[in-house]
């Protein structure tokens, strides 16, 4: 066994831990040494973005201790920053096994350094934790969730005092705290009770009302109060909220999936309770398919994620992608508020690198600002702050099925957008009209661009060392045609340089750093790489386009970008 892992091991034997722990670590020594290798061999990271990992005994695992000393670190860089005495956080949970204990464990760390403490009484979706530490006028807040990972997984964001998670130079200063904390002694486990303080109803009251503020055409959801709406929180928090904010919107014609209804960290229906798997989607696929729905919705177990599906132009029910959403979305909130006298010479609206280049064309189109920033939500938070004082925000959003709609919070929102993208149903329906015929419209207003997403897992020790080393072989080896077409240009985002590949020009990129890779091609295809910041894969996109000149083109033009697709994959070698 390496040195590191036998120290660290040492460390928790006698160490200030339970004896269960210890207990929990013999047995591992005896019966599964790689697993016990595997739970001690590093320290589990504290990203940019807090921690996410399997649950267990170890460092390299979420427990009491990891997020103990997590919380400890996270404490002493909010009293540096703002002053003991001064500093107010929100703690809330999602539906997760272990989910509760921990946020009890963060509340308690936090009091314990002098930190008011509003914990939520139960669980409740990420982004009214996001909406809280603005309303409540909060310095931070943490939330205990892994998103939409497996159920042997757990994890912990860290947010800022303005709703979204940590940016620089606020990320790498609580990772330096973190990392300094040398011992389970150092942390403050108690002693600080009378901080705390439930937040429940009240919170809820005023995160519903502003939802309900940002609807564009009330009187069209009133008109079709009807529409059969099928969702599924897949036994997260969703169940919370979502059947109430779309009873305020006007819709009484909601069926919830009953067998994925009851919050439950064992997710006993699914293998991933991710909207973006068909096959967490598949029960509430069935029950609308019976029902003869309209649409049906899924959020993941923390409600920032939201999946839906609709019938196509042939009648058929299909699971729409995150990019094909946010088109819908973007499009929505610029065509509505336009209609309405709503819309500002100084709106703007955000997405990520590798979402759909189709919303700059809307946006370009219809004279509104459209900023990429890099991947993950809290950059469209930062971009967010960085332009309120000047520009208005409408609408942000991701390929991996996130948006946020209106800047009340700054993290992105399954529960909101279950209830627009609704309204954007029912507004279609009145127009006589589907969402996916609505889709079809659009590709022929402004070209058909079509995504594909392939992910590659490498779990264990040597798991990152291989994606680096992908990734280190597509930088220094870069392919000079992909399909037949030349690349034309090369973006690097970890280099922040562009560079044409025709010319020799080259330009900064004006991003922070990332380990992100673009090629461009020719005929306009686009092929992204970029390691996961919160599981062991590494992530590529694919974006190809053509005109559309008719409805009656659509089946023959997707099968052209379908194929083209293909051939990417087959010169890659990724299929």
């Not at 831990?17 to 504290?46: C, G, M, T, W």
């Not at 809280?132 to 998103?147: E, F, H, N």
């Amino acid at each position: 066994m390496e040195s590191t892992i036998q120290a660290n091991v040492e460390k928790w034997l006698n160490g200030n831990y339970d004896q269960s722990v210890k207990d929990a670590i013999k047995e591992l020594q005896k019966e599964h040494p790689d697993e016990l290798a595997d739970s001690f061999y590093r320290n589990l990271e504290f990203g940019t973005g807090g921690l996410r990992g399997l649950m267990g005994v170890g460092t390299n695992r979420m427990n009491k201790y990891t997020v103990g000393i997590a919380t400890q670190g996270y404490a002493n860089y909010l009293n540096k920053c703002f002053g003991q005495g001064q500093v107010k956080c929100v703690v809330g949970h999602d539906s997760r096994n272990n989910s509760r204990i921990f946020a009890e464990i963060t509340a308690n760390v936090l009091a314990a350094n002098g930190i008011e403490v509003f914990l939520f009484e139960a669980l409740r979706p990420t982004p009214e934790l996001s909406f809280a530490i603005r309303y409540l006028k909060c310095q931070g807040g943490v939330v205990c969730t892994a998103s939409h990972n497996p159920k042997e997984y757990n994890g912990y964001k860290a947010y800022w005092d303005d709703g979204g998670q940590l940016v620089p130079p606020h990320d790498k200063n609580v990772i330096e705290e973190v990392e300094s904390i040398q011992s389970v002694d150092e942390v403050k486990w108690s002693g600080g009770e009378a901080q705390i303080k439930l937040i429940g109803a009240q919170l809820d009251e005023a995160y519903l009302n502003m939802i309900q503020g940002l609807s564009v055409y009330p009187d069209v959801c009133r008109l079709q109060q009807d529409l059969k709406i099928v969702y599924t929180p897949i036994h997260g928090t969703g169940i919370t909220l979502v059947p109430e904010v779309l009873k305020r919107f006007g819709f009484n014609n909601v069926s919830v999936v009953e067998e994925q209804m009851k919050p439950d960290g064992n997710f006993p229906t699914v293998v991933y309770p991710n909207p973006e798997e068909s096959e967490a989607m598949s029960i509430g696929l069935k029950k609308a398919k019976e029902l003869n729905a309209d649409i049906l919705l899924g959020t993941d177990p923390d409600s920032d994620r939201v999946g839906i599906g609709v019938k196509d132009h042939q009648g058929n029910w299909v699971l729409m992608n995150g990019n094909q959403t946010a088109v819908l979305a973007f499009n929505y909130m610029i065509e509505a508020r336009k209609a309405k006298g709503m819309s500002r010479s100084n709106d703007n609206v955000m997405k990520t690198i590798v979402t759909t280049d189709m919303i700059d064309a809307i946006a370009h189109a219809n004279q509104i600002k459209c900023y990429n920033v890099l991947t993950g939500f809290k950059w469209i938070a930062e971009k967010i702050k960085e332009t309120e004082s000047t520009e208005n925000y409408i609408i942000g959003g991701e390929e991996s099925y996130g948006l946020l709609i209106g800047d009340q919070l700054r993290d992105k929102d399954a529960i909101s957008a279950v209830a627009l993208l609704c309204e954007m149903a029912a507004y279609e329906k009145n127009q006589g009209k589907s969402l996916y015929e609505k889709l079809i419209d659009l590709y022929v207003q402004y070209g058909f661009y079509k995504e594909h997403l392939i992910s590659i897992t490498k779990k264990g020790m040597n798991g990152q060392k291989e994606i680096a080393d992908m990734m280190e072989g597509y930088r220094m080896h870069t392919p000079t045609a992909i399909n037949g077409s030349p690349v034309v240009q090369l973006l690097d985002y970890q280099q922040q340089k562009g560079k044409n590949l025709e010319t020799g020009e080259a330009w900064s990129i004006l991003l922070p750093k990332s380990n992100v890779l673009q090629f461009i091609l020719a005929d306009g295809s686009k092929i992204s790489a970029r390691p996961s910041g919160t599981e062991p894969k590494i992530k590529f996109y694919f974006s190809v386009h053509a005109p559309l000149q008719t409805r009656s083109d659509f089946d023959a033009v997707h099968h052209q970008l379908n194929q083209r697709i293909e051939g990417i994959l087959e010169d890659l070698q990724l299929v």
